[in-house]
């Protein structure tokens, strides 16, 4: 015997399924990762016409079934409608969708990643701050939620917390200036590592409180590219576009 459930989250993709019908998968917060069929979704005036879309946030009802969720019915609080008519825009949320739908996992609790989507739809769609920063912030900060983030508090070889004025790619994280000369490590603005520590350690919700001068920001884009190509294993098909 099935039963309903009502779950919060965020339409990550939607497949269609036959002639009328959808498959999406959901980022939860209780159930985490979700796949649910969505029936009738592609008729015209069908209930579900416009909840079962991408980007599309708010409450689903669900049938839960032996191994299947059906949408039984959705109250939408939030289409991000102004995001979804940029294109640009549109780009860099894909790929943060994407990137949300391949971390996320079924049955775990999910609720600091889809915070972050959510957030940074929100300041996407604010148009205050630059794209590229955007990326840059909510890749760092998946790092983060992943465990898998770079160590810009302490030397990587001695363990000291101050003068940490070198990144080393090799070590995955600071060095300080004495230890430079044994291990080596690019230089490292001490602007660009204020930000990387705030990006780590901050609440989600005060994320994009802040701006970093060209300067900064190029080397703290250029840090995360770096960062990127050496420790994620995985590229997006969303990231051709961007």
């Not at 990762?33 to 008729?43: D, E, L, N, P, Q």
């Not at 490292?188 to 990387?196: F, I």
């Not at 802040?210 to 960062?227: D, N, T």
Request: aromatic fraction near 14%; charged fraction near 25%.
């Amino acid at each position: 015997m099935g039963f309903n459930i009502v779950l919060t989250g965020m339409v990550l993709s939607a497949i269609p399924i036959g002639e009328y019908d959808k498959r999406i998968t959901v980022l939860t917060k209780e159930r985490g990762k979700i796949t649910a069929f969505a029936k009738g979704a592609r008729r015209a005036h069908n209930q579900l016409l416009a909840a079962a879309n991408p980007f599309v946030f708010g409450q689903f009802e669900v049938y839960q079934g032996k191994s299947t969720y059906t949408v039984v019915r959705a109250e939408i609080s939030n289409y991000f409608r102004e995001l979804t008519a940029d294109y640009d825009m549109v780009c860099y949320g894909s790929y943060f969708l994407e990137m949300a739908e391949y971390y996320a996992q079924e049955n775990a609790d999910e609720v600091e990643r889809l915070r972050l989507l959510y957030q940074t739809l929100r300041a996407l769609e604010s148009r205050k701050f630059p794209m590229e920063l955007i990326r840059g912030i909510y890749e760092l900060k998946t790092w983060t939620i992943n465990g898998e983030y770079p160590n810009v508090f302490a030397c990587l070889s001695c363990g000291k917390k101050d003068h940490l004025d070198f990144f080393s790619m090799r070590l995955r994280g600071c060095v300080c200036r004495e230890c430079q000369s044994k291990v080596g490590g690019n230089p490292l603005q001490e602007s660009t590592l204020y930000a990387m520590q705030f990006i780590i350690s901050t609440p989600i919700e005060r994320l994009y409180t802040f701006k970093l001068s060209a300067g900064v920001q190029e080397e703290f884009l250029q840090l995360i590219r770096s960062y990127r190509m050496h420790y994620v294993g995985y590229s997006f098909k969303s990231e051709e576009f961007l």
